[in-house]
């Protein structure tokens, strides 16, 4: 969190895919590789398999990567600050595996996600062309980041992005006072 607080406002790309989803080696090495490309801050959680024998950070990626990288990201194994890090005003976009737990904190953030269909559609996210095996390849992952990040399109998905956490927050509020009320009207109830 200290690392993300130097960055600028919107300048930085977060990374998971979730506590089930392991990357292949090829995932891993493309999503370096469009890092690399994107020339964009970026915080990375990577999570290796249980049953896996114990995997560095700097045996998964790719050689020399960390080096390359070390002024603009982070990598970080097993675990990071997920809603503190979708919160952060430094965080520009979430790059996800999509898990319906991960969409609703990043549109309750207004933090446009890179890469999920749904979200297209109401123009909250950016899809990475995918190869005709259905592979991502780094040069889209890249392009993908850079639409959130630099171009001027990026600032529509952020605001899309937070009209949708307000939406959000607003009927989380409503639904609250019901559920207040109801228990209000119960107490009241069990008292006569």
């Not at 249980?50 to 020399?64: N, R």
């Not at 890179?114 to 979200?119: G, H, P, Q, S, T």
Request: proline content about 2%; hydrophobic content about 40%.
């Amino acid at each position: 969190m200290e690392w993300l607080s130097k960055k600028n406002q919107h300048s930085t790309v977060y990374i998971s895919f979730g506590s089930e989803h392991f990357l292949s080696k090829q995932e891993i090495e493309e999503i370096a590789k469009g890092l690399e490309l994107c020339d964009a801050n970026f915080i990375w959680v990577i999570r290796f398999h249980l049953g896996v024998k114990e995997i560095s950070i700097e045996d998964a990626l790719p050689k020399g990567f960390l080096e390359r990288v070390k002024e603009r990201g982070i990598v970080v194994s097993g675990w990071g600050p997920h809603a503190r890090i979708l919160a952060h005003q430094s965080t520009a976009s979430f790059l996800s595996h999509c898990g319906w737990s991960s969409l609703n904190e990043s549109i309750y953030y207004g933090v446009p996600v890179i890469d999920c269909k749904m979200l297209v559609e109401v123009g909250a996210c950016v899809e990475i062309v995918k190869d005709e095996n259905g592979v991502y390849k780094g040069e889209e992952i890249a392009k993908a980041i850079k639409k959130v990040l630099v171009e001027s399109s990026g600032e529509g998905l952020r605001q899309r992005a937070q009209e949708l956490s307000e939406r959000m927050k607003m009927e989380e509020d409503q639904e609250l006072d019901e559920v207040a009320e109801s228990l209000w009207q119960l107490c009241l109830k069990s008292k006569h």
